[in-house]
Each structure stands twice: as C-alpha cells, then as structure tokens.
C-alpha cells in the first residue's frame, strides 16, 4: 500500500492531535476512504517530517497519533531558477519537474521577448506543493509573481552565483566553484535575449554558460540547469 505524504502549513506535528484540515478530511474519509489503522506522512513549514497512524475518526476531525520522526530531505544547494515567462502548461511542467530537482526558488522573469505575462501565483504555489508531496521533499519551493530582468539581476547578483544560459558559451561543466552561495540562473525566452539585456548582462559582469551543444527549448534548458547546478 502506497504511503501518502501530505503538506500541513501552520500545524505542530505533535505526538497526537486531532486533523481537523476541512478540504483534507475530506479527501481522507470521502475520496480516499482512510480507516482507522492508515498510515500518512505529514510535514509542516517547519521543515517537520513524521509518521502518524490514524486512531480515530470522528465528524469533522481525524485522530493521528505519532509513529515515528523521520529524517527531513531537503536540497543541498540553494538554487533560483529564474525563467522568462512561458506558457501555462510549460510554466507548471517547469515548477512541477524544478520541484522534483531540488530548486528552492522559482522566479518567473519578464524580457524584452517575453510574450506571456500572465501568471497565476496561486496555482503555481499549489503545484509545487503537490510536487514536494509527492517527489519526498521536506520544504516548500517559494514561487515569486514576475520580476522584470534588471529587477532580479540587482537582487541577486551580491548574494548568488548568478549565470546566463547563452548558446554558445563555456559548457556548465567547465565551471568549478566551490562557493557557499546560493546559485542562480538566467533561462530566456524561445527568441534568445535581446541585445539591450546582453549589455546589461555585460555591464554587470554576469558569467555565460551554455547548457547543451544543441539548442534547448526554454523549458528543456530550466531542466537542465535545475539538474546540473545542484
């Protein structure tokens, strides 16, 4: 039997409580058909990770109480992915597979060449959330609402080891640092960046990589680099 995993925000996993969670209950007793004697995995925003059983269940509130602490799993590096605004379906493959890969910070990125500028921050908060339940990470990606290019580069570029995907530049594997900061990388949009952000990326000092000999997609290349920059 399958072991589910689920994200309880604001909730102290203590040793037995009552999960009174509305939408959660009823996916447990309704949908899921949970008995007494199921097995769950919660975590919390606390980086928490712990094993309860289901002792009881009553009209409104489900009974857990502990079985076991488990051992958080979390990213080793801290990693932004920051990608020019794509797609809805393409913007939640991204979220969904970064997720998987181990990327703390999702920054969808508005370019010269950008030609997608909506973006629903609430779905994508719920997309990672499932992608954290689902793939065993402790944590919880942040997605932030689109930031202009120069915006993020002038957040970043103290605080991170900061790279812009370009075709044509040194292979990623060529670049051995052993930094403690925070990495982060520059995705563009399907049409490359325009000749403005190439300056801007100049005058800034930012290091070129290229992620593969053949040219990627942009959400190939957020793979890639979520892959490869861990």
Not at 47 to 65: C, M, P, S
Not at 118 to 143: L, N, T
Request: a negative charge; proline letters at 4%; hydrophobic letters at 35%.
């Amino acid at each position: 039997m399958k072991l589910h995993r689920y994200y309880l925000p604001n909730t102290d996993l203590t040793h037995d409580f009552w999960m009174d969670d509305a939408k959660l209950f009823h996916q447990w007793t309704r949908v899921l058909r949970y008995e007494v004697g199921r097995e769950v995995e919660l975590f919390n925003d606390k980086q928490e990770d712990r094993l309860y059983k289901i002792t009881k269940i009553g009209n409104n509130a489900v009974h857990l109480e502990l079985i076991t602490q488990l051992e958080p799993v979390e990213p080793e590096k801290e990693m932004y992915l920051c990608f020019a605004l794509l797609k809805k379906d393409k913007v939640e493959w991204v979220l969904q597979k970064g997720t998987e890969l181990g990327v703390r910070h999702f920054v969808p990125m508005l370019t010269d060449r950008t030609e997608k500028t909506g973006f629903d921050i609430e779905r994508a908060e719920k997309i990672v959330i499932e992608a954290s339940e689902q793939c065993g990470r402790s944590d919880i990606p942040r997605v932030r609402e689109p930031l202009k290019l120069q915006t993020i580069i002038e957040e970043l570029k103290e605080k991170s080891e900061l790279f812009v995907a370009e075709q044509g530049s040194p292979h990623l594997s060529f670049i051995n640092s052993q930094s403690s900061k925070p990495r982060a990388v520059l995705i563009g949009p399907e049409g490359g960046w325009s000749d403005n952000e190439k300056m801007f990326f100049e005058e800034n000092k930012l290091e070129f990589i290229t992620l593969s000999k053949f040219t990627l997609r942009a959400e190939t290349a957020c793979i890639v680099a979520s892959s490869l920059l861990q």
